[in-house]
């Protein structure tokens, strides 16, 4: 299962369901080496960039580097769905999920809901 951004950031924030969810998860889980450069991007000291990536290593959640063939598939689905919506960084993602053959587990469903080959999942409630 690949880690969107709203995971991590419920997470960050204590959200007590998504540490829960992210401490045991129903499968293995991954992210996109997108998703951890959005996160650090919305960290603003040092230490809490690397208190984020210690938490992933401590979580055992692999980090997917981009392919040429995971580029080639984000750049098709950019292509067809940006009028609808699909910006680069999640266009990125959904091809790491495509790639992989992974679900993604998420709370931003509206942004890669145009792709019909990408399975989402909602991992707790969100409120």
């Not at 889980?29 to 290593?57: H, N, P, R, W």
């Not at 980090?63 to 984000?74: E, F, K, R």
């Not at 999920?97 to 931003?108: G, L, P, Q, S």
Request: charged letters at 25%.
């Amino acid at each position: 299962m690949l880690i969107d951004s709203t995971i991590f950031i419920d997470y960050l924030r204590g959200k007590e369901e998504a540490k829960t969810f992210l401490n045991s998860p129903p499968e293995s889980l991954t992210t996109s080496i997108i998703v951890v450069m959005e996160i650090i991007a919305g960290l603003y000291e040092k230490e809490e960039m690397e208190d984020f990536l210690l938490l992933v290593q401590e979580l055992n959640i692999e980090i997917i580097h981009l392919s040429n063939s995971i580029s080639q598939t984000a750049f098709l689905l950019f292509k067809n769905f940006y009028r609808r919506g699909l910006g680069i960084a999640d266009s990125l993602i959904a091809a790491t999920a495509i790639e992989k053959k992974d679900k993604i587990a998420t709370h931003n469903a509206k942004h890669f809901s145009s792709i019909k080959e990408v399975s989402l999942t909602t991992p707790y409630k969100y409120f």
